[in-house]
């Protein structure tokens, strides 16, 4: 019952800033926030988590996003540098790159077997796999709700 709920407040505080807020030239932006407060709470829904699950459950869930943010971000730093026509790379800076996006690959996978083996810890297998299936339910979502915008389209 709490968590139905936890996730009526939490789908109530989206639908109150559903809007996409305007960047200078118009476009449509969404804030990293936005989504993650929508992501949490198409998560708690889909779930169904008891009060104990969830507060079990978010910190690990949080400090897993955390870190794959992180490695996301060198990642896309990475490919920034080795994409830049402003300079251009040596063999050696470029191979140095290279294995670096590598490395992060295997990290991403590492982190994802560490912390599936967390999250059975703290939820019912069944419920894991439905957490799994849930967040690519929730990436289709998002590319719909972005594709379904045309005012958010880029020019």
Not at 84 to 110: G, M, V, Y
Not at 123 to 133: D, R
């Amino acid at each position: 019952m709490k968590s139905i709920s936890f996730s009526l407040i939490i789908v109530f505080l989206i639908l109150s800033n559903w809007g996409f807020p305007q960047d200078q030239k118009g476009k449509c932006i969404m804030e990293d926030d936005e989504i993650k407060s929508e992501k949490i709470a198409f998560i708690s829904d889909r779930l169904n988590l008891t009060v104990k699950e969830a507060q079990d459950f978010w910190p690990v869930y949080n400090e897993f996003t955390s870190k794959m943010d992180n490695l996301f971000v060198e990642e896309h730093k990475i490919m920034r540098e080795i994409k830049s026509p402003k300079k251009a790379l040596s063999d050696k800076e470029l191979e140095t790159k290279l294995d670096r996006l590598f490395a992060i690959k295997e990290e991403r996978t590492k982190l994802e077997n560490q912390y599936y083996q967390k999250f059975k810890q703290v939820l019912p297998i069944q419920k894991v796999a439905a957490f799994y299936q849930t967040e690519r339910e929730f990436r289709r979502y998002l590319l719909q709700k972005y594709k379904d915008r045309p005012a958010c389209r880029e020019d």
